[in-house]
């Protein structure tokens, strides 16, 4: 029984460190084609990649996450309400920077 739940577990994280490699396999090509097409003075005046490509930064879901990282993020409080912040806001700048929910560093 012991051995079984350890060559069970072994599998789950191999499934899921296979699951992040094909994403990142995926998304390759993509991010060579935008690196190459970056020069480093024009990225760093303006910030951003050309554009506005951005390779995607998340190389994992929640339901992918591995077993430790899952723990803590199970563990974790949720986000504060930001509604109340947003809603004194100007219209121009949600438009332009998005909910303040999305500066927040939470997993």
Request: glycine share 4%; proline share 10%.
């Amino acid at each position: 029984s012991d051995l079984f739940t350890t060559a069970q577990g072994l599998q789950e994280r191999l499934d899921s460190a296979t699951s992040r490699v094909r994403t990142l396999n995926a998304q390759l090509p993509r991010v060579c084609d935008v690196v190459a097409r970056c020069d480093g003075d024009s990225v760093h005046r303006s910030g951003t990649l050309p554009e506005r490509e951005h390779p995607q930064r998340v190389q994992f879901t929640v339901e992918t996450m591995p077993r430790g990282l899952r723990e803590r993020y199970d563990a974790l409080e949720p986000p504060p309400d930001f509604s109340r912040i947003d809603a004194l806001l100007p219209p121009e700048v949600l438009e332009k920077e998005g909910p303040s929910s999305q500066k927040f560093s939470h997993p």
